[in-house]
């Protein structure tokens, strides 16, 4: 006597519908997190407005980045940076605009979904929007900083530039040229968490820690969910981190 192994009509059914019901719930779930990775911290307009109305500066929609550049005299220094997570890239250019009015060219990324780890383009892909760039550093705030020290990685690399973050890779046997700027209130890039993770950069790194800035202090975006309040007005850290940065620089020509 033989008998039927295959599963009966309501075995089949009950199966097709379970099959169902997980790849819809799989559906909304991707579809909530599009949604998610898509509501992006604007940047402040008035702050934007500075940087469009400044002649000693150049800036540019290339697509997958923003391309600030002198109009002046330029000094063959450019960065890539990279923009914390889902932050809108033009809060970065108020943070850059005196850089670059100085020489310096800064390409903002527009990371994968508006988050850095999605991000797996090589630093060429940026730095060729700026063919006349002889010397080459990275940067990026909170999880572009986090990016930022992957592509450093890049022999052509002169540099890393560390905003409200710190390296999850192994940077310290590098002689790469080294900047972190934090703020003492970040409530997200905490004072204790840079120092845990100060062992990955060189030991020439230089740190600077900004009294009173935040984690928002880096961009101009507004508060940001998790960070402490700041106690030094944004337009005071933002001159610390410009010279700051202004320094860092020089080092690089």
Same mark, same amino acid.
């Given at each position: ?10 075995r089949? /059914?009950?199966?097709l ?9 799989? $559906?909304? =779930?991707?579809?909530?997190? @599009?949604?998610?990775? /898509?509501?992006? =911290?604007? !940047? ?9 109305r +400044? ?18 005299t330029? +000094? !063959?220094v ?25 020489? &310096? &060219? ?5 990371p994968t ?8 383009r090589?630093? %060429?892909?940026?730095?060729a ?5 002889? &010397?080459?550093?990275?940067g990026?705030?909170? $999880?572009g ?5 992957? =592509?450093?990685e *890049?022999? *052509? ?6 905003? !409200?973050?710190?390296?999850? +890779?192994?940077?310290?046997?590098? +002689? $790469? ?8 209130? *970040?409530? @997200? ?9 100060? *062992? ?5 790194? &230089?740190?600077?820690?900004v ?16 960070? =402490?309040?700041?106690?030094? %007005?944004?337009?005071? %850290? ?15 020509r």
């Amino acid at each position: 006597m033989s008998t039927d192994a295959r599963p009966g009509p309501a075995r089949r /059914h009950r199966a097709l519908r379970i099959g169902a019901w997980v790849l819809a719930a799989l $559906l909304v =779930l991707v579809l909530v997190f @599009l949604v998610w990775a /898509h509501i992006v =911290l604007q !940047g402040t307009r008035s702050a934007a407005l500075t940087v469009w109305r +400044d002649d000693r500066v150049s800036v540019r929609d290339a697509g997958d980045a923003v391309v600030m550049t002198p109009t002046g005299t330029a +000094d !063959g220094v450019g960065i890539v940076f990279v923009p914390g997570a889902k932050v809108d890239p033009y809060a970065y250019m108020a943070t850059f605009r005196q850089v670059v009015g100085d020489g &310096t &060219t800064v390409v903002i990324t527009k990371p994968t979904l508006n988050l850095a780890f999605f991000d797996t383009r090589p630093l %060429s892909r940026f730095a060729a929007h700026a063919p006349d760039v002889r &010397t080459w550093a990275v940067g990026g705030h909170s $999880l572009g900083g986090v990016r930022a020290c992957q =592509l450093a990685e *890049d022999r *052509d690399v002169a540099g890393v530039l560390l905003l !409200g973050s710190y390296c999850a +890779d192994d940077l310290s046997d590098s +002689d $790469l040229d080294v900047l972190s700027v934090s703020g003492s209130r *970040d409530g @997200l890039s905490t004072p204790e968490k840079v120092a845990a993770a100060r *062992d990955e950069l060189p030991a020439s790194a &230089t740190m600077t820690e900004v009294t009173g800035a935040n984690h928002a202090a880096f961009g101009a975006y507004g508060a940001q969910p998790g960070d =402490l309040p700041a106690t030094v %007005s944004r337009r005071e %850290s933002g001159r610390a981190v410009t010279a700051a940065v202004e320094s860092w620089v020089r080092d690089l020509r």
